[in-house]
């Protein structure tokens, strides 16, 4: 997972900016303390000199006595560097030699071509004792002309070297959050401990075990039930249904016979809808079934006219890691729910739609509302809230829960027109 907002790639932004404002704070500070100790050696190293050119001695004096080649200048030289970056290294230089007892009225930065090559020369504007203005010049470490540049490239070098540890560091502490995300979307608690993790994923990992395994009991302790009542109901039903088929064909008994028989058929069909429930969460996703073939057998067995009910779907669809009885299942399902609550005709699509699988169901009828349509993907939940139709309200339920085994989805939509409702159901072919 390397999404803009996932862990690592914040843990590495913070990283990497808060090494970086460190970095460009401390070589600020190393700038500052240099520049200053410099321009105080310097001011202590050539203040006798420029002393001099303050009480107006001749330039072969002053010569004899600095501590290197020196210059001078009846106004300020022309060829001055104005660059930003110098002020304050300025303001120190002058500073150093006022602590050092020589007022400087100015300081520049200009070149001057020395055995041909063209070296910086720190001039500083000095007031002598007749009152006027001299400037004197030397070659000096006291201002740097480079230092934005080297500022950059070890800004540079420091932060590539920040990114390297940030990204160990980030992918460090991600690693074991991102094998607890993939065992989870997995489903898989059958392995041992996070490596490298941490004592809190390790506490959210023994959690989710936990709860894991708790719904896994909830889950078979409720199919359990289910099924054992399912069972234990079909039971007398049967027993009901036969004794009713065994009634004596008379005129006043055979209108009850038929109801009994109906009613009975009716309540076997709710119980097989429990037992489907059960079983759309049991049975294994481990054969190849042609999709195609299946509609068509479904649709057949529904014994509806051809105009009331058509079948899109290629010569072949094989699909691999599904289950053929749930298949059957849903696009039952799918077809029941177009004819109780919509009006045909009812058309029938299977297809391949970029690597996907799709199932859609048609109809004329009114389609569900917007806002109720994730309510009628849960277990019991009905659309008819008359109870004018039998049923648990558990077919898109089952259609539902087949999905999201299968890592696909439900939806809801209408056609280009209008007038036909669609229920879609998607999953990936791999």
Request: net charge neutral; with cysteine.
């Amino acid at each position: 997972m390397r999404r803009a907002g996932s862990l690592f790639v914040r843990l590495l932004l913070a990283q990497v900016l808060l090494t970086v404002l460190l970095t460009a704070t401390l070589v600020l500070l190393f700038d500052i303390e240099r520049n200053r100790t410099v321009a105080q050696l310097v001011a202590a190293r050539w203040k006798p000199a420029l002393q001099q050119v303050i009480e107006g001695a001749p330039l072969d004096v002053v010569g004899a006595s600095a501590p290197g080649t020196i210059y001078t200048s009846p106004g300020r030289p022309g060829r001055a560097f104005e660059l930003a970056s110098l002020t304050p290294r300025v303001a120190m230089v002058r500073e150093a030699f006022a602590n050092e007892g020589v007022p400087v009225d100015d300081v520049v930065l200009a070149p001057e071509t020395v055995s041909g090559q063209s070296v910086p020369v720190l001039w500083l504007a000095l007031t002598s004792n007749d009152g006027a203005t001299r400037w004197a010049g030397f070659e000096s470490g006291a201002i740097d002309p480079h230092f934005r540049e080297r500022l950059v490239l070890a800004l540079l070098l420091l932060s590539g070297i920040a990114v390297a540890a940030s990204a160990l560091v980030a992918r460090w502490l991600a690693r074991p959050l991102e094998a607890l995300r993939a065992r989870i979307a997995a489903d898989d608690a059958s392995g041992g401990p996070l490596p490298h993790a941490s004592a809190e994923v390790q506490a959210i990992d023994e959690a989710w075990r936990a709860l894991r395994q708790s719904l896994e009991q909830q889950e078979g302790e409720r199919a359990l039930l289910l099924a054992g009542v399912s069972h234990d109901l079909r039971s007398p039903l049967a027993r009901i249904h036969m004794a009713a088929e065994l009634l004596p064909d008379g005129k006043d008994i055979a209108p009850r016979r038929e109801t009994i028989l109906r009613n009975a058929q009716t309540a076997d069909r709710l119980v097989g809808s429990f037992l489907d429930h059960v079983r759309s969460g049991e049975l294994p996703l481990n054969e190849t079934v042609d999709v195609a073939m299946v509609a068509r057998i479904v649709a057949a067995h529904h014994q509806s006219a051809t105009s009331e009910l058509t079948v899109e779907a290629p010569a072949s669809l094989p699909v691999r890691h599904v289950n053929g009885v749930l298949i059957e299942r849903v696009i039952g399902n799918l077809l029941d729910n177009a004819f109780t609550h919509g009006r045909p005709p009812v058309r029938l699509t299977v297809a391949a739609v970029d690597h996907h699988v799709r199932i859609e169901v048609e109809d004329c009828g009114p389609g569900i509302a917007p806002e109720d349509q994730p309510a009628m993907l849960q277990a019991f939940a009905r659309g008819d809230a008359s109870r004018g139709n039998p049923g648990l309200g558990l077919g898109l339920a089952i259609v539902q829960r087949v999905a999201s085994r299968l890592g696909g989805s439900v939806a809801f939509s209408r056609s280009a027109e209008g007038a036909r409702a669609i229920v879609r159901l998607e999953w990936p072919m791999s």
